[in-house]
């Protein structure tokens, strides 16, 4: 009885010692979280003073409007967004309404990168749902909720790189209204890596309105220049 006794604690050891390096121990969660996070900031830091072509069309089934806007989008030393040589074609209401509103939030979205809204530890929750592929890439899946709720804050799923932890693919729903005529807000967000560097390739949002029904935005992002911080040109048409 003792020496069945021994061979299973001498068993348990190995088991132990293998099952806290596996994914899904709190240990390594945490570790892909903090690489990611140290990632991240290094990317801001890069992608200071970009540029990149930006292409957003709107449409708005139920009345049958839609409509296309194209810039040159800055990104300004201090994180800043500007937008350079605009054109738009098609329904005001689809500019007022949907484009415009974007280009808003994603310039106080970008400006708030840093502090209360960034996806980070400090104002998310990070609940890991395993390795999982995605477009032929290896990539650690997270459930993210806010800590807080604040407004441009959203609820979903976080899909990180697993060589770099940089991020794939944000999804999910922002957990404010972003007007009272509006029910729900959806979105998913997918980006390209090169030379360590996450790049935002589209944007597909959803929104279901008081009165219309859903509309749509695609964003695209193409042709992106890295400024003098981070030499080196993408073109990822």
Known sequence: MKVCVLLLSLCAVPLLAFSATEPGSAAVETAIVQKYTSARNIQEIRLKAASMDIDIQGDIPRLKKQGRFHALRRISPMGLISYDRRHFEGDGTVKNQLIIRYLSAEAERRKEQTSSMAVTPDNYRFKYKGRRVL????????????????EGMFQGELWLDVDTCLPLREA?????????????TAFVRTFEIHDGLSFPLQEQWQFQAVGVGKAELIVAFSNI?????????????
């Open 172 to 184: 999910g729903s922002l957990v404010k209204r972003i007007s009272v005529f509006v029910r729900k």
């Open 135 to 150: 477009d032929g890439r290896e990539a650690h899946l997270f459930q993210i909720s806010p800590i807080k709720k604040r």
């Open 225 to 237: 220049s890295l400024g003098e911080s981070a030499s080196g040109e993408l073109d990822n048409e």
